[in-house]
């Protein structure tokens, strides 16, 4: 899984270049490592990119699904994977689009990129990062984005890891949410502000920010086009009752999550 976590890591930093630099500003604060909390996936709920066949892959890799979500608005089914044997491996956050709430038009159009991506799976697993599919047209993403941002991020930028994330409990000079926060922002990097800057607490066990995705010019079938791509998160979690620091997530925070990639932001 190693291998698979650096494939994913090269592959976001190369389009998401404030992360990079969010990474070594970090780094350069400290000599401890910088803990990555969980990677965030995205993918359509049919063929063999469905949740349901990522997660069989990940079982085989050491994984165990260890919670669901339901995201009735965005129309989103979810779960999160963590290693049987390793704790501080990272978590793998996977979600996938409900197609048959959506319109016929939309169904039609992600079956047909579905079609392309099955014959590139192999026996031992998924390809990732991948786009499974060829380029799509500028006005295709444009049509996608009315009816769900997800399903437009999907089409045009395949199964990749949408976002990495900072464990801040794993930290050495940044000890909250909000000291990473601030840090962050003086640096020049814009937040994600939707539903607040900081998305759950303590209460719950989990708080989670996130800066904005990264604006970048994107190779569509005609032409070259700015659009969001991915984002870097931060997470900080804290203990339960028992006394066990809370390893879950929170839909209600997740979902503020989701618009890092907003096209329209």
């Not at 500003?25 to 359509?44: C, E, G, Q, W």
């Not at 786009?131 to 045009?156: D, T």
């Not at 005609?222 to 006394?243: H, K, Q, S, V, W």
Request: hydrophobic share 40%; proline share 3%.
């Amino acid at each position: 899984m190693q291998k698979l976590f650096n494939d994913l890591w090269k592959d976001y930093a190369s389009i998401t270049p404030d992360a990079l630099e969010i990474h070594d500003l970090f780094s350069n604060l400290s000599n401890k490592p910088i803990v990555n909390d969980h990677i965030a996936l995205r993918t359509f709920n049919d063929g063999l990119i469905s949740l349901k066949h990522i997660g069989n892959y990940l079982e085989t890799q050491g994984y165990v699904a260890s919670g669901e979500y339901h995201f009735e608005k965005k129309k989103l089914y979810a779960k999160h994977f963590s290693n049987k044997t390793d704790p501080k491996a990272p978590k793998i956050f996977v979600s996938e689009l409900l197609l048959e709430e959506f319109s016929a038009e939309l169904q039609m159009f992600c079956r047909g990129l579905i079609a392309q991506a099955n014959w590139k799976i192999s026996k031992e697993g998924l390809e990732l990062p991948n786009r499974h599919w060829g380029k799509i047209s500028r006005s295709a993403y444009e049509r996608l984005l009315e009816e769900s941002e997800y399903a437009a991020w999907l089409a045009a930028f395949g199964l990749r890891a949408n976002h990495f994330t900072v464990s801040i409990n794993d930290l050495e000079s940044l000890d909250s949410i909000e000291t990473v926060n601030q840090f962050v922002k003086s640096k020049g990097f814009e937040l994600n502000t939707i539903g607040s800057e900081i998305k759950g607490s303590e209460a719950v066990g989990l708080k989670q920010s996130s800066t904005m995705a990264n604006l970048v010019d994107w190779e569509f079938e005609d032409g070259t086009y700015p659009i969001r791509t991915c984002f870097y998160e931060f997470a900080e979690r804290f203990p339960l009752d028992n006394g066990e620091t809370y390893q879950g997530f929170v839909a209600a925070s997740a979902d503020k999550i989701f618009e890092s990639t907003n096209a329209a932001a």
